[in-house]
């Protein structure tokens, strides 16, 4: 019984000391493993706090691409919400950007200058930025525009005492629109429509200003205003003319009576048929003067044009119509084109338009020499094509651009009316006519005259 209980003993106290060994590697390997727990379940957390964060950062510096993976349970919810968020940033930048371009683009290409000036503090007024068609307008780079002090630099010194008080209105609310007078760098005054107002952005405030040159259009302006004078001067005229013709018919009968009653010198008669050819001379060019001011009505009819100038040429070149040295032979040759088309035109003011020609080109061939007319058909531009040239000397190229002009002639008894009167004739037809010299010498008439059917003139 001793010896079991002595083994009894001995084998609990065997129990006894394994356990207070166990029991001492548990006390000392309990803080390594409580540790090891703590670090695994940290960083099984801080990681995906980590990704998150990095993925702020991408965020922040702007590579809005950037997406997270591998987070799962929670924070795999939050990376979902993260790689959303991101999309719609990217989207709403996109849109943005976009907008900024155009915006910028219509701002960079308007036709008008732009201006966005300071509106609050000392620098009110000052150029903040300023668009192309600014620079354009005013002769100065855009970096120059910028280093000016105010807006009113660009003024001129009349248009600058208005400025502050312009931009106190628009300060006050108010929209502006007024006609004022700018400078260009080069001292160039010229008008500008100006319209401006106050905005605000990111909570400051500026005035956007809209600047247009209507130097274009004062001059359109005032040329219709002396169109209009010269309207109500030609009314005038046309009635002066009248009375101006009738009472020099009235003097002309008498003085013929009077020749024809009175016992006159031969003397005395070359004075008096002078008096009467210079009163013929002033109703021609009277009735010359009436025609260009007040022509009269198109009759329109279906007309050939070869016709009217083979007319013409008859009448007009037949006969002598040279002041002096008449017995010069004048050659006419006639190249037409026997495919022209009818069109609808006044014969009578197209034979006029010829005649007048003839009667310049015969002047300019007073010793002689060749007129030749040529006709064709344009079939593309629809237009019936008539050229007049002579081998005369030509025309000054100095006076060559003057010739359509009313009241110019170099003509010492000429009216300055024929060719002036011929012009309007063609563009009454729709028909253009130009004039040049000949490279081998002589003028050349070119006399483009659209075709209309007699359908389209009904």
């Not at 502006?176 to 760098?185: N, T």
């Amino acid at each position: 019984t001793n010896a079991k209980l002595e083994n009894k003993t001995q084998s609990t106290l065997k129990d006894v000391n394994n356990a207070k060994i166990m029991l001492y590697m548990l006390i000392i390997m309990g803080p390594f493993a409580i540790t090891g727990l703590g670090l695994f379940f940290v960083k099984s957390f801080t990681k995906p706090i980590n990704i998150l964060v990095d993925a702020t950062r991408k965020l922040k510096s702007g590579d809005l691409g950037y997406r997270i993976s591998g987070l799962k349970d929670e924070f795999g919810e939050v990376a979902a919400s993260f790689n959303e968020m991101s999309d719609s940033l990217r989207e709403h930048m996109f849109k943005i950007k976009e907008s900024e371009k155009r915006y910028r683009m219509l701002f960079e290409s308007a036709g008008d200058a732009i201006f966005m000036l300071e509106a609050e503090g000392e620098n009110a007024g000052k150029i903040v930025s300023a668009n192309i068609a600014a620079s354009e307008m005013h002769g100065y780079t855009i970096d120059e525009m910028l280093r000016l002090s105010m807006i009113k630099d660009l003024d001129t010194p009349e248009a600058a005492k208005g400025a502050q008080g312009r931009i106190e209105r628009m300060l006050n609310g108010e929209w502006i629109k007024a006609e004022i007078e700018h400078r260009k760098k080069d001292g160039t005054v010229f008008p500008v429509e100006i319209s401006a107002g106050l905005f605000e952005f990111m909570g400051h405030k500026y005035i956007l200003a809209f600047d247009r040159d209507i130097s274009e259009r004062k001059g359109i302006e005032e040329t219709l205003k002396r169109a209009e004078q010269m309207k109500l001067v030609g009314e005038w005229a046309v009635g002066l003319t009248h009375e101006i013709k009738n009472s020099l018919a009235g003097i002309k009968i008498s003085v013929e009576v009077l020749l024809e009653e009175l016992s006159v010198s031969e003397e005395d008669k070359a004075i008096i048929l002078k008096v009467v050819d210079e009163i013929k001379r002033i109703e021609l060019l009277l009735k010359s003067l009436l025609s260009f001011a007040k022509p009269s009505k198109l009759q329109p009819l279906a007309v050939n044009v070869n016709e009217i100038l083979d007319k013409t040429i008859n009448f007009s070149l037949k006969q002598p119509i040279r002041s002096s040295n008449t017995a010069a032979k004048i050659d006419i040759v006639k190249d037409f084109n026997s495919n022209i088309p009818n069109t609808m035109a006044d014969p009578l003011q197209l034979q006029q338009v010829f005649t007048n020609i003839f009667l310049n080109s015969a002047e300019a061939l007073r010793n002689g020499g060749t007129i030749t007319v040529k006709t064709s058909y344009d079939a593309g531009a629809g237009a019936i094509k008539v050229e007049i040239s002579d081998n005369g000397a030509g025309i000054d190229e100095k006076i060559l651009n003057k010739i359509f002009d009313p009241f110019f002639t170099t003509k010492s008894k000429g009216t300055g009316l024929g060719l002036a009167i011929t012009k309007r004739i063609v563009e009454r037809h729709g028909g253009e006519i130009s004039v040049g010299n000949r490279p081998g010498g002589g003028v050349i008439f070119h006399i483009s005259l659209p075709v209309k059917q007699v359908e389209e003139e009904q």
